[in-house]
């Protein structure tokens, strides 16, 4: 148990680091196959130093979900976005900046939070505080900027709670 537990430390990064290869080289030989599990061993046991505390995930099921719903709100956002960048006049437009106080705790959450602002279109991740308490975004267009800040609570960070911690 304890061979495997080296050999394979980060078992999905394993398995994604071999994909990625299988991606990167369009051809799905043995050989690449191969190479790509032997990039998605190595990789894993040079940097698990790095990694002491590994982020544990309390529900896997939730991360499809999730995926779904950032996708989903990366097509509308791009929709929105055109919108407003066609039909509407830059003196009726409503750029803001926005607070969003994080009930979050953990970096990899608030990195994919982070993250997954900046994905949807019309939205960037602007800054987060010294103690990681609140995040800043800026928003292209936001008449109400207290709805951005909830549906982001809501939609998004209440969804990684129940993933991360």
Excluded at 118 to 145: E, F, M, N, Q, R
Aim: hydrophobic content about 50%; aromatic content about 8%.
């Amino acid at each position: 148990m304890k061979l495997l537990r080296w050999l394979f430390p980060h078992p999905i990064l394993t398995i994604l680091l071999t994909i990625v290869w299988l991606l990167l080289v369009n051809g799905y030989s043995l050989n690449s196959l191969l190479f790509g599990l032997f990039l998605g061993i190595v990789i894993p046991i040079i940097t698990s130093p790095y990694w002491p505390d590994r982020p544990t995930l309390r529900n896997p099921r939730m991360i499809i979900e999730y995926t779904l719903i950032v996708l989903y709100d990366i097509v509308v956002a791009n929709v929105v976005v055109a919108r407003v960048i066609l039909f509407k006049s830059n003196a009726d437009q409503c750029p803001a900046w926005v607070s969003i106080p994080l009930d979050l705790r953990s970096p990899e959450a608030i990195t994919v939070l982070a993250a997954t602002i900046t994905l949807t279109p019309g939205t960037v991740s602007a800054d987060l505080s010294d103690h990681g308490h609140s995040l800043l975004v800026h928003c292209l267009d936001a008449p109400d900027p207290d709805a951005v800040r909830d549906e982001i609570k809501t939609r998004y960070e209440r969804r990684l709670m129940e993933i991360f911690e």
